[in-house]
């Protein structure tokens, strides 16, 4: 009984509580409003782009926010609904279509209203498309038949009772339509308008998003500070290209950072020990669809840590504000070693598990040089020979790496049937091969190449299965050196940590001595990199020696890891890359706001541009034809 009386009680508090929320003001039913109808960050109006969305499992403050404060109009193009029929409403934004001098279509960066004229003063057949216009109207209910399905707003339509052309467009260069885009260098050219396609507004307010919650990860929840570095610097020896920046004092340059390595080491030194920074960073080397000479990373260093709870930070991360669903933690690691030998590359895509074979023993009569190998990419026989377009590029790959690549139907006459017949026992009697022998990791990247060039093409056949999801993995174990052109040069940078088990190996065999350094990859593209860092100033000059860069140019770091500086480590996450990724973006430049061609170029203002004789003067430069 008591139980009854009990839910009664709540039940009637219930429904008072119901009745006094349906009196309050207009304001407050808004808020509700947004509540009950969340958006997903405001862009689930963009109907042309809904193929390309991704999923945003955030809940926040941001759902809910009234997206009209400040502003003199009082609702988006894409906030009313049935709801509110009968309210005084007043609309800005571009003219979308325009049908019969009678039905206006208004969009604006939340999603489109119809407006509908139901009065003779009212011209709107003259307004050209994309002009800028203020509607005040009153909201109504479609006729149930007329309702729009395709449209979040399709159950109202406001009747105007007043319009303003706000700014009367001239004319475009090219329309705002999803089927007839024009090619990107015109739309890049003219970006500011690009920018209004629905694709590219959901892309950036999803970048937002993503740094949003990123922020929120790393402050609220891990007490870490945001700080901001320099950007003209002094030149990083060992690293990437560098832009050099002129001065007015003779013979004088900054350099724009490539990233702020040297600073988020120092902020360790200085007792910043959990760092973090949304940087700008810039680097002169050639463009390609995930890069450009200057791109934005997210940033994070932190002291008394190590490489096992670096990745556990970035996947707790990535969890928690990847825009996408991501596999559970741990995610996939596997050693630089096993990358190359299994998928002939240090970024490989696990999306289609498809491993090359190492058949090395099958050739070692071959050569005598210890670094040969042989591998086999094996491929289903159902695809048949390969096209001349392929083959050709296979020749280039070929030259490119400086190995011997035989093809499925020359292996019994380059190599002899038996081999043939030990490669069929293992890699399969209803499979075809592609050999590479050569140099062991040459072989295994130029099969890696061959990999990815001819995936799609056994995609496309259904010859091979492929995930339609992010797979994670975490590759480690890079060898601190690499041979260069001119002696050994540094994997990832100057500043890792060698493996504490290869210690020994830096003076007899540096070549194989691993780092401390590990990359993330997405389905590929490498979209984060890091290293437990070097914190004591002897071994980092030793490593300077062996690299042949002059530790006086570095003394002010050399300095700084003598004054006391913690055991640290980092990693820098490419947001870009995430970004395309996770909008499932052709290149960088669609989730890039004003971004440069594959030349560095910016067709919007035509940077990079000439300076005048004056200018030249005034920073002691001059130029060389």
Known sequence: MWRRNFMHLLNSIELRTCRYISSVSTSYTRHCFLLNNKQKFHHQWLLSAKKHETKSKHVNDLDIVDQNTFSYRTHTCGELRSNNVGQKVLLCGWVQFVRLSKFLLIRDSYGQTQCIVNNSDINISDIPLETIVMINGTVA???????????????IEVIIDKIDILNEVDKLPFNLRNYQKPKEQLRLQYRYIDLR??????????????????????????????????TLFCRTPGGAREFIVPTHYSGLFYSLVQSPQQFKQMLMVGGIDRYFQVARCYRDESTRPDRQPEFTQLDIELSFTNLDCIIN??????????????????????????ALENYGSDKPNLTYEWKLNNISHLLEQHSADPNFGA??????????????????????????????????????????????????????EENDNILALGDKDNACLCLGDIREL??????????????DTIEPLWVVDFPLFVEGENGLQTCHHPFTAPHPEDLHLLDSD????????????????????GSVRIHNAELQKKILNILNID??????????????????GGIALGIDRLMAIACRAESIRDVIAFPKTHEGKDPLSGAPNEVNDEDKKYYYIRSIE
């Open 454 to 467: 001819l995936a799609p093409l056994l995609k496309s056949k259904n010859l091979l299965s492929w995930k």
């Open 141 to 155: 209910a479609r006729p149930k038949s007329m309702y729009n399905p395709e449209m979040e707003t399709g159950e």
């Open 551 to 568: 530790s006086n140019n570095l003394l002010h770091f050399i300095n700084a890891l003598k004054s006391g500086c913690p055991p640290h």
């Open 197 to 230: 396609f629905p694709q590219m507004q959901s892309n950036l307010r999803q970048r937002s998003l993503l740094l949003h919650n990123m922020r929120k990860f790393l402050v609220e929840k891990h007490r870490f500070v945001e700080v901001e570095t320099p």
């Open 313 to 338: 930070m970035i996947e707790q991360l990535l969890q928690e504000t990847f825009l996408e669903d991501l596999p559970k933690s741990p995610f996939k690691r596997i050693t630089y070693k096993e």
């Open 375 to 428: 591998f086999s990419l094996a491929y289903s026989s159902s695809l048949g020979k390969l096209t001349t377009k392929y083959k050709e590029t296979i020749n280039s790959l070929r030259k490119k790496y400086n190995v011997r690549i035989i093809l499925n139907e020359n292996i019994s006459r380059d190599i002899g049937q038996d081999i043939n017949n030990q490669l069929k026992g293992i890699t399969g």
């Open 510 to 529: 540096p070549l194989k001595v691993r780092s401390l350094a590990y990359d993330i990859v997405f389905n590929g593209n490498e979209v984060g990199g």
